[in-house]
C-alpha cells in the first residue's frame, strides 16, 4: 500500500480496531468500574488532563487510547493558550500528514483560554482527526497535538 492514497490509513485502522475490541471486552466484565460501566451519562473529558492541549505536553494519541471509550453526548475540553486551535482535519491522509488544507476550524485561538473551549460529540460511530493547525500545522506535523478518537453510541 505504500505510496497509495491511503497508506497512512493502516494506522488509523487499527487504534480503531483495538479501541472498538477493548470496548467490548471492557463492557462484558460487569466488575469493572470503567468509563463503560458509568457511560449511561455524559462525561466532561479535559483533553490532556492536567497537562492541557498544549505542544510538547503529551502523545495526545495515546492519551485518546487510554482515557476512551468515547460516547455520543460527552463533551470535549480544549484548555490552551493563543499560539494554539482545534481543527477537524477531512480525512485520515491529511491527519497523517498533517495536511491543513480544508480542515474545519472548531475552536479558533481565542478559544481556548479561561474555561476552554468545549466540543460535544454528536456522531456516533464516527472517527475523528483533531489537531493543532497552527502556523500550517506544526505543531501536528511534529508529531504532536494530534487526536483521534472513534465515538460510540451510548449504551442504555
Not at 481556548?112 to 502556523?135: M, N, P, R, W
Not at 500545522?137 to 442504555?156: A, E, I, N, T
Request: with cysteine; hydrophobic share 35%.
Amino acid at each position: 500500500m505504500r505510496g497509495t492514497k491511503y497508506s497512512g490509513s493502516w494506522k488509523v485502522l487499527v487504534v480503531l480496531v483495538v479501541m472498538t475490541s477493548t470496548f467490548t471486552i471492557v463492557s462484558g466484565n460487569k466488575e469493572c468500574s470503567c468509563p463503560t460501566r458509568n457511560a449511561s451519562h455524559p462525561r466532561t473529558i479535559v483533553i490532556g488532563g492536567s497537562n492541557n492541549w498544549e505542544v510538547n505536553a503529551t502523545n495526545y494519541t495515546m492519551w485518546a487510547f487510554r482515557n476512551g471509550p468515547y460516547f455520543d453526548g460527552d463533551v470535549l475540553v480544549f484548555k490552551y493558550n493563543n499560539d494554539h486551535n482545534v481543527v477537524e482535519m477531512p480525512d485520515s491522509e491529511s491527519f497523517e500528514k498533517c495536511n491543513v488544507t480544508g480542515a474545519k476550524v472548531l475552536g479558533s485561538t481565542k478559544d481556548g483560554s479561561g474555561e476552554g473551549f468545549k466540543f460535544t460529540l454528536k456522531a456516533s460511530l464516527k472517527l475523528y482527526f483533531l489537531a493543532c493547525g497552527q502556523a500550517n500545522g506544526v505543531h501536528c506535523g511534529l508529531g504532536q497535538m494530534k487526536l483521534p478518537f472513534f465515538v460510540l453510541p451510548r449504551p442504555h
